[in-house]
Every structure is written in C-alpha cells, then in structure tokens.
Nanobody, 124 residues
C-alpha cells in the first residue's frame, strides 16, 4: 500500500512561483499531478515515468511547470512558475502500480493511489 502526502501549496500573486512536493510511502512507479478548481472536474497536469527524463504536461502548463523526482527521498516535485489566477486549484499527487502507462498517462484511472491534496491560490 502506497501513501502520498503533498505539501508546498499556498497563496501567491500572479507571476510568482511555488514548488509542490509529494512524499511517497513505499514503492513508486509512474506518478502524476492533477488539479481541481472550484466548480470544475479534476484535470491532468503532469506525469513522470520510471525515469526522470520521461515527462508529459498538459498544454495549459507546458513551459511553466516542471515535474521531477528525487528517488533517494521517494519524493516527486512540481515546480510551478509564472503562475496565473486560473492555476488556482487543489493539486493532487497520484501514483500508479505500473511503470509505463502509454496513452493512459493523463487519465485518472491509471493511478491507484492519491494524496489528500494541497491548495494553490493565485491572486490577480
């Protein structure tokens, strides 16, 4: 059983930066970040595979966000730069039982374990 704990959320002005962290208890394989804004469905943000060089991003965050991991610390990070008000959401870390997700990397059903979420609020 894998347990995930997110941290790093907070309040920031537009144009600012935050770094989210996800600490995993137990073995982790492919991992991802999702977010859910008020009144909206949860959406895919970013994914990282078994290798830190295998990453994918939603078009809305590509070029602004970076996902990376520290395997020695069992931690995955999401560096968020140039934040905008529409980035405001609860951000969730997710882990899969698999190493390779193929075309399913952006789908919630590909991830078996989820953290509690951390709030990110970007003011204009």
């Amino acid at each position: 059983q894998v347990q995930l704990v997110e941290s790093g959320g907070g309040l920031v002005q537009a144009g600012g930066s935050l770094r989210l962290a996800c600490v995993a208890s137990g073995r982790t394989n492919a991992m991802g970040w999702f977010r859910q804004a008020p009144g909206k469905e949860r959406e895919f943000v970013s994914h990282i595979g078994g290798s830190e060089t295998t990453t994918f991003y939603a078009a809305s965050v590509r070029g602004r966000f970076t996902i990376f991991r520290d395997n020695a610390k069992n931690t995955v990070y999401l560096q968020m730069n140039s934040l905008r008000p529409d980035d405001t959401a609860v951000y969730y870390c997710a882990a899969s039982r698999r190493t390779y997700l193929g075309d399913t990397y952006s789908q919630e059903k590909a991830y078996a374990y989820w953290g509690q979420g951390t709030q990110v609020t970007v003011s204009s």
